[in-house]
């Protein structure tokens, strides 16, 4: 048994590669966690895919058992978050089940925009923040400009931030000792009924569902018959461990403690993040607060190339979405690519890593359509409707007006590349609300249509700043916009894996550059292939892709010129006929390069 004032629990948060998982390295390593002969760099970073892109995913806790120089041991509970804004969702939920944070700035890069959003959901969970300075082994590193700018940025007082180099391992006796002495005790009664917040959960193909839950009040044990508040079912107690990184099975669970258990959970939809656990004799009054559903940004479809692995897919994805919370499903079928599911992201790192993740841990060949986002259909008898798919639109003459939604997108830049950032914002129809100055960079609020957005925006803006721009978004409202439905014609028959919504001013630009690539992909058949885009009946953009042909007039030699003439005009008649009632074949890659969202 733990007494409270010896818990502390907290999580690091900071902008993509400050070095958050370099710091959690550093603390589980010096406090003797794990032996030095097992010891890996980003060791909470348990996914290859996390290992290869060197980002972090998925919030993965530890518990740290440090003895602090006034002689008491302490017990930590680290939860290390991710940077990217796609996972803010993860950031949020690992948010409620600590009390401080762990704010690290990069010494010689200073406050980004992931930094911003972080730092408000951090103050949003009402934690107590301490700042770090990491990197300042680094020539370029400016301690006392960055301190500056935490308090002018963020208005938060960094005259005590810490200074430290994660890698070399530089001051990381001084954060222990500030996670001790500034960071808060957490609260609860242990007399009280069982309440507990489930945290996070996976499968595992050992174990089944693995959940993990911070105690609030009261105590969980071996063996206990425990229940969960939102979807009714109980179950008993199986095992009992907490996480250093590998589990180490305990008795029992008190409060303020963060650990996990198995229950023979056999259903994936059982086990809702932010769901109250609770005693199945003696419940708590009143479940917690849980989590607000994440929004998806994005939508696509995820199709398998081998219909036949279409169940595989349904398994996959449903233990992939107890894993991950802000991932939704739902099914449809496509005329071109079979059954499959229509998926929400929160945005388009958040839809490859996903992707990746179902065709590396389930072994999966899946095609994903173009990514859109959800636009609001006003009909002219008062119904509001929600559009995901292109391909549903119904005929424009029952709609009223179309609603898009809009975000509200924070780039930091410095002052070198402001131009070329105003312009990019300005041709993706964005209306400045705001530009400010912190030392020689530029802070630009934008209003972005989020279709605009989720096309290739974080690459442009990359590349016309030299990789130094951060951008941070939130969902602003939707707005009336003059948008339409632009559709591909095949051989004069529509291809709805292929429609997109567009801005009117785009569509033609859009639309040309989808049947260029289209004659490209398409191999030519015995007929000629007209290829067109079009709004409505209107055709905005045409390629014809040509036939093959015999060479029928090879036995001609000399004579009459009516001859060869006679029998070029024989073929002509058989190619009309052939078009008539020829089918095109689209090749599955075909469909794949049109749909690629690089286009």
Same mark, same amino acid.
């Given at each position: 048994?733990?007494?409270?004032?010896?818990? *502390?629990?907290?999580?690091?948060?900071?902008?993509?590669?400050?070095?958050?998982?370099?710091?959690?390295?550093?603390?589980?390593?010096?406090?003797?966690?794990?032996?030095?002969?097992?010891?890996?760099?980003?060791?909470?970073?348990?996914?290859?895919?996390?290992?290869?892109?060197?980002?972090?995913?998925?919030?993965?806790?530890?518990r740290i058992e440090y003895k602090a120089q006034d002689g008491q041991t302490y017990i930590l509970n680290l939860i290390d978050t991710p940077g990217h804004v796609d996972f803010g969702y993860e950031v949020s939920r690992s948010m409620r089940a600590v009390?401080?944070?762990?704010?690290?700035?990069?010494?010689?890069?200073?406050?980004?925009?992931?930094?911003?959003?972080?730092?408000?959901?951090?103050?949003?969970?009402?934690h107590e923040i301490v700042p770090v300075l990491n990197k300042i082994d680094l020539p370029a590193a400016e301690p006392e400009r960055i301190r500056q700018q935490i308090e002018d940025v963020i208005g938060l007082d960094a005259s005590h931030a810490i200074?430290?180099?994660?890698?070399?391992?530089?001051?990381?006796?001084?954060?222990?000792?500030?996670?001790?002495?500034?960071?808060?005790?957490?609260?609860?009664?242990?007399?009280?009924?069982?309440?507990?917040?489930?945290?996070?959960?996976?499968?595992?193909?050992?174990?089944?569902?693995?959940?993990?839950?911070?105690?609030?009040?009261?105590?969980?044990?071996?063996?206990?018959?425990?229940?969960?508040?939102?979807?009714?079912?109980?179950?008993?107690?199986?095992?009992?461990?907490?996480?250093?990184?590998?589990?180490?099975?305990?008795?029992?669970?008190?409060?303020?403690?963060?650990?996990?258990?198995?229950?023979?959970?056999?259903?994936?939809?059982?086990?809702?993040?932010?769901?109250?656990?609770?005693h199945e004799r003696r419940p708590c009054a009143t479940p917690l607060p849980g989590f607000k559903p994440a929004q998806p940004v994005v939508f696509c479809g995820l199709f398998p190339v081998d219909a036949a692995q279409f169940e595989d897919l349904r398994?996959?994805?449903?233990?992939?979405?107890?894993?991950?919370?802000?991932?939704?499903?739902?099914?449809?079928?496509?005329?071109?690519?079979?059954?499959?599911?229509?998926?929400?992201?929160?945005?388009?790192?958040?839809?490859?890593?996903?992707?990746?993740?179902?065709?590396?841990?389930?072994?999966?060949?899946?095609?994903?359509?173009?990514?859109?986002?959800?636009?609001?259909?006003?009909?002219?008898?008062?119904?509001?409707?929600?559009?995901?798919?292109?391909?549903?639109?119904?005929?424009?003459?029952?709609?009223?007006?179309?609603?898009?939604?809009?975000?509200?997108?924070?780039?930091?830049?410095?002052?070198?590349?402001?131009?070329?950032?105003?312009?990019?914002?300005?041709?993706?129809?964005?209306?400045?609300?705001?530009?400010?100055?912190?030392?020689?960079?530029?802070?630009?609020?934008?209003?972005?249509?989020?279709?605009?957005?989720?096309?290739?925006?974080?690459?442009?803006?990359?590349?016309?700043?030299?990789?130094?721009?951060?951008?941070?978004?939130?969902?602003?409202?939707?707005?009336?916009?003059?948008?339409?439905?632009?559709?591909?014609?095949?051989?004069?028959?529509?291809?709805?894996?292929?429609?997109?919504?567009?801005?009117?001013?785009?569509?033609?630009?859009?639309?040309?550059?989808?049947?260029?690539?289209?004659?490209?992909?398409?191999?030519?058949?015995?007929?000629?292939?007209?290829?067109?885009?079009?709004?409505?009946?209107?055709?905005?953009?045409?390629?014809?892709?040509?036939?093959?042909?015999?060479?029928?007039?090879?036995?001609?030699?000399?004579?009459?010129?009516?001859?060869? *003439?006679?029998?070029?005009?024989?073929?002509?008649?058989?190619?009309? *006929?052939?078009?008539?009632?020829?089918?095109?074949?689209?090749?599955?890659?075909?469909?794949?390069?049109?749909?690629?969202?690089?286009?």
């Amino acid at each position: 048994m733990t007494q409270l004032s010896l818990i *502390r629990n907290f999580s690091i948060v900071a902008h993509i590669d400050h070095g958050k998982s370099t710091l959690a390295d550093r603390l589980i390593q010096s406090t003797g966690t794990v032996k030095d002969r097992d010891m890996k760099a980003q060791l909470l970073d348990s996914m290859d895919i996390e290992r290869e892109r060197g980002i972090t995913i998925k919030a993965n806790t530890v518990r740290i058992e440090y003895k602090a120089q006034d002689g008491q041991t302490y017990i930590l509970n680290l939860i290390d978050t991710p940077g990217h804004v796609d996972f803010g969702y993860e950031v949020s939920r690992s948010m409620r089940a600590v009390e401080g944070s762990l704010l690290v700035v990069d010494a010689s890069q200073g406050v980004e925009a992931q930094t911003l959003a972080n730092v408000y959901q951090a103050l949003d969970a009402g934690h107590e923040i301490v700042p770090v300075l990491n990197k300042i082994d680094l020539p370029a590193a400016e301690p006392e400009r960055i301190r500056q700018q935490i308090e002018d940025v963020i208005g938060l007082d960094a005259s005590h931030a810490i200074l430290i180099s994660a890698k070399s391992g530089l001051g990381i006796p001084d954060v222990l000792e500030a996670i001790i002495h500034r960071l808060p005790a957490p609260k609860g009664d242990r007399d009280a009924p069982l309440k507990a917040m489930l945290v996070d959960s996976w499968y595992d193909a050992y174990l089944g569902v693995v959940v993990m839950v911070r105690i609030m009040d009261g105590v969980m044990k071996k063996g206990d018959r425990i229940r969960m508040m939102q979807t009714n079912a109980a179950y008993g107690i199986e095992k009992l461990a907490v996480l250093k990184p590998q589990m180490v099975d305990i008795d029992e669970l008190g409060p303020g403690e963060i650990g996990i258990f198995t229950a023979q959970i056999k259903q994936v939809r059982n086990t809702r993040v932010g769901d109250t656990v609770t005693h199945e004799r003696r419940p708590c009054a009143t479940p917690l607060p849980g989590f607000k559903p994440a929004q998806p940004v994005v939508f696509c479809g995820l199709f398998p190339v081998d219909a036949a692995q279409f169940e595989d897919l349904r398994d996959a994805i449903e233990k992939l979405s107890l894993n991950d919370a802000s991932f939704s499903t739902e099914m449809e079928t496509s005329a071109a690519l079979g059954f499959g599911f229509r998926c929400g992201f929160l945005g388009l790192l958040h839809l490859e890593v996903i992707r990746d993740r179902l065709e590396r841990e389930y072994n999966l060949e899946l095609i994903t359509t173009a990514p859109s986002v959800v636009f609001k259909l006003y009909m002219k008898d008062g119904e509001v409707r929600d559009l995901h798919n292109p391909a549903d639109m119904p005929d424009l003459t029952f709609v009223d007006h179309i609603e898009e939604p809009r975000i509200k997108a924070t780039i930091l830049v410095p002052d070198a590349y402001l131009g070329d950032i105003l312009k990019l914002c300005q041709d993706r129809r964005g209306l400045q609300l705001d530009l400010s100055y912190a030392g020689n960079r530029a802070m630009v609020v934008y209003d972005l249509p989020l279709a605009e957005v989720v096309f290739d925006f974080y690459d442009r803006l990359k590349s016309v700043s030299q990789g130094y721009a951060s951008f941070d978004y939130q969902l602003a409202d939707y707005r009336e916009d003059f948008l339409v439905k632009m559709s591909i014609l095949v051989n004069e028959e529509p291809v709805d894996a292929l429609s997109m919504m567009v801005h009117r001013d785009r569509a033609e630009a859009r639309g040309r550059a989808m049947v260029e690539k289209l004659k490209e992909l398409i191999p030519r058949h015995m007929f000629k292939i007209p290829i067109q885009a079009a709004i409505g009946s209107r055709v905005i953009a045409r390629e014809t892709l040509s036939a093959m042909r015999k060479d029928v007039t090879a036995k001609c030699y000399g004579g009459d010129a009516s001859r060869k *003439r006679k029998l070029l005009d024989k073929q002509k008649e058989g190619k009309k *006929r052939m078009r008539q009632f020829g089918k095109v074949e689209i090749p599955q890659e075909a469909f794949i390069s049109a749909l690629k969202m690089d286009s």
